[in-house]
């Protein structure tokens, strides 16, 4: 391998894959000039300007809708999270409040956007994603009310390294990969919206890079994704040779036609992450052996009112057509509401940490019909269908949680799973099995609980890393655990789409792999490379490392 001695940054990778591009350093904030000019007395008294704030507002939550119907997958649902915070009540009540005391325009706007960041950040966990949400939508109605065009990553001229201090869901789902070689930001974890769309477009991502905004732009970059590094002014000719090694290594993973097994013949599942029936269609094209999280709350974001049950069996009728016969089945996750996806006939108001309240299979406790309706329609769906479906629950924390949820699956007809996201569910897992059928780990949240790390804190973006010890260890428990009871035990979070990490995770006993559609063939590339053997030492090597960086270094030596 051609390496390189120049001087660079290093951060957190989370989309594999090496390019080499100048800097576009993106500062995206609307003109002070144009904030200067703003005529603050335009408006005859507060009504009048709360008037066009809703004008502004309703032009940008529009903006996201159009975007939306023009994305697909995680990029889609994204932007439709942001366009319902756009025009959310609580938004318009808080900016209403700083009208009527006196304030100007945009500092009522500017002061209604920092009461709601100053709540989310003190919610943490998946709530504090939003803030850069809340910050991309206040620069946009600010843009709307001073007369500028909304800020935001333009049409680059030629191909670059998009360098920032942290993207909006807008900015990130429209960016187009060949023109967009690889994504650098100062902030943001593994996990968060910016790192979540880079991984659906395949676009080589590094996040939480400290020091990135001091990158001159043109500057040229060498960004390679699996290491997490950012070379500045490396030698040109090294650095095409890295890049080239790097597009014959993709072209080899991408004639990858599965089905997934390692270099010894032993079977890994390789599934898709679906969120409707049209991610389900063009999921169902790689090559994949079923779904293995159907995302359901991610249908019902805009709805007021809950859908009947015929409503629903034709929304997860879609999914489980879609993969129909070849022994593939779906695995369908009853309503994640709550926290950063609030359902709003299913979540509660006003708690004080939605991170760590009621949401999952929580709400269901004091609303049993809401669960009940939910695997009628399921029940309905499979029927229709003839295809296999499995169905797990989110947010168990206790065994008697899991048996209670598993006994209403199985009076249906279905097969019975719960997700460990809960460090105790992981502890417990060996008990999880005497009463589910299988277990799949989310390792998104589990990270988070685990570590007790913000998943969008920059400073702590080394913790919310799923190479943390911590977190495979947990990951080790509960394979193991499955293992002993011969049950399937899956991995449905991001850390399944890491080809590197995929390797691990078989190694502790992990029998399927669920990712977004355009992670499936590095992935099961990777593990058709390896032995049973190989991957058994990967494991060992990731768990007896003491740090993310060193983890990742060891593994890589082992598989190299």
Known sequence: MVTSSAPGLRGTPVVPGVAF???????????????????ELAYADADAALAAYDGAAQAVSDGFVRKAAAASGDAANVLTASAGLARDKGLRGAV??????????LAAVHAGVEQFVTVFTGMGGLMAERVTDLRDIERRITAHLVGEPEPGVGVPPVPCVLVAEDLAPADTAGLDPALVVALVTEKGGPTSH????????????VVGVAGAMTIAADTPLLVDGAAGTVETEPDAEAAQARVGADVATRAALASWSGPGRTADGESVKILANVADGESARSAAGAPVQGVGLFRTELSFLNRKDEPSVEEQAEIYAEVLDAFGGDDRYVVIRTLDAGSDKPVAYATLEGEENPALGVRGLRLSFENPGLLDRQLDAVQRAAASTGTEAWVMAPMVATVAEAAEFAEKVRARGLKAGVMVEVPSAALLAHRMLEVVDFLSIGTNDLTQYTMAADRMATDLAHLT?????????????TAEAGRRAGKPVGVCGEAAADPLLACVLVGMGITSLSMAAAAVRPVGAQLARATVDDCEDAAEAALAAADPLSARDAVRAVLA
Request: aromatic share 4%; glycine share 4%; charged share 20%.
């Open 21 to 39: 591009a100048p800097a576009l350093v993106v500062r995206a904030e609307v003109s002070p000039e144009a904030v200067a000019r703003f005529d």
């Open 194 to 205: 910016t790192a979540i769309i880079a991984r659906q477009l395949a676009i080589p991502c």
């Open 96 to 105: 209403r409040k700083h009208l009527r005391a006196g304030e100007g325009l």
């Open 465 to 477: 890393d799923p190479w943390q010890p911590a977190v495979l260890q947990l990951i080790a428990i």
